[in-house]
């Protein structure tokens, strides 16, 4: 796949002589810089003159982040009273925005931040962890990086990867996850993880890939980038999510899923999630806007209590019980296999199960680590 390079980064006085920073001018020598007092200078610009989503990304910005990295996953919120079931995980966000351009993002409506973002004050995101894992010795935290931003696509600039890759190695507490689509993960390769890191793949069928993810990594360098992450002793996971209605889905989902185990070992598969396509309402008009050929438009979707735009409940739980056969099929038993926020009584006819805690499902999917 083709690499994030901008076109120019803005660069706060704050964090100018931070490693991250230092790492990033490095690696993008000649490029234009602008030194700013804040970022918040930047969004009062865009306000006034409003830039494309697609030129805004050009311009990369080194910022302090000054409130919390580590927060629990938004999915777990509620909504009104309403609940989804969700699996007790946890993020940090040392990035946000992605240059990728995929029909279905949720950032697009989310973010009004429009440039990407890199947060360069490393050292206190790695301190407000360490301070998180001693308080709780008695809890497992599985931590996330790639709500607001994938996990890997600036890793080659910025080298967030091998920092936060070495801090979990020692920790005894915590599992990290790397989500990509990407194949960027020669910076993970020859370190020394301890077991403590998983690389996972948001993954869909090669149709779709090509249709509605825009400049991602194609499924043959994802599974390529997976690969080579087994070889290196990491153990990997992977996303169908969001799971896409199309005339051909069920043929595209079960090769998919085929070609997933004919070429990664069941056992270094420790969790596998689906989601059926949700989203606002306020996506929905920019995709329509945006990407006027998308598929998304396809499957009838209906509002449902936690607001967001779903297919209709028979469709979402005919793409459930046949993607999850096929992924119990060839699944390992130890492989932990969950719906990504999804509503607790299409969760229960799902998996044949009493609607479980957050707590239940986030100890289910990383039960080999705790056991260890």
């Known amino acids: 796949m083709k690499h994030y390079r901008p076109q120019k980064i803005f660069l706060e006085h704050s964090v100018a002589e931070l490693a991250v920073s230092r790492r990033v001018l490095r690696r993008l020598p000649g490029l234009p810089v602008e030194m700013i007092e804040s970022s ?17 990304k ?12 580590f927060k629990p996953c938004p999915a777990s919120q509620t909504r009104g009273g309403e609940r989804n079931v969700c699996c007790n995980y946890f993020v940090v966000n040392y990035a946000s925005n992605c240059h990728m351009q995929c029909s279905y993002c949720y950032l697009q409506s989310y973010l009004n931040f429009p440039h990407l973002v890199v947060y360069a004050n490393s050292d206190d995101l790695l301190s407000e962890l360490d301070e998180v894992f001693r308080a709780r010795p008695g809890s497992f935290f599985r931590v996330g990086t790639g709500e607001l931003a ?3 696509a600036l890793d080659p600039l910025t080298g967030y990867g091998k920092l936060l890759v070495e801090f979990f190695a020692s920790r005894r507490n915590a599992v990290l996850e790397f989500k990509t689509k990407t194949d960027c993960v020669d910076g993970l390769l020859g370190l020394r993880h301890g077991g ?35 070889d290196a002793g990491y153990r990997v996971a992977f996303h169908l999510d969001p799971l896409i209605y199309y005339p ?53 979707t209906v509002a449902a209590p936690d607001g967001k735009q779903r297919y209709i409940k028979a469709l979402r739980l005919e793409l459930y019980h046949k993607v999850v056969g096929w992924i119990r099929h060839r699944a390992a038993p130890t492989t932990g296999l969950y719906a990504c926020m999804e509503r607790p009584e299409v969760w229960s006819r799902v998996f044949s199960r009493p609607i479980p805690t957050d707590e239940q499902v986030g ?5 080999s680590w705790q056991s260890a």
Request: one cysteine or more; proline letters at 5%.
């Open 40 to 56: 918040e200078e930047l969004l009062d610009a865009a306000t006034r003159s409003r830039p494309s989503a697609t030129g805004a």
């Open 150 to 152: 994938d996990s890997l």
């Open 248 to 300: 051909e889905w069920e043929r595209g989902y079960r090769s998919l899923v085929d070609e997933i185990f004919d070429r990664i070992p069941a056992d270094s598969i420790p969790w596998i999630s689906v989601g059926v396509l949700r989203m606002t309402s306020p996506l929905k008009d920019v995709i329509r806007d945006r990407f006027p050929a998308s598929l998304i438009h396809l499957g009838e």
């Open 196 to 230: 403590r890191t998983v690389v996972s793949w948001s993954i869909n069928p090669r149709f779709i890939q090509q249709r509605e993810e825009h400049g991602t990594a194609t499924i043959e360098e994802r599974l390529s980038a997976a690969e080579r992450c087994v």
């Open 58 to 69: 050009r311009a990369l910005v080194l910022a302090r982040h000054k409130g919390a990295f």
């Open 363 to 367: 100890n289910e999917v990383t039960s």
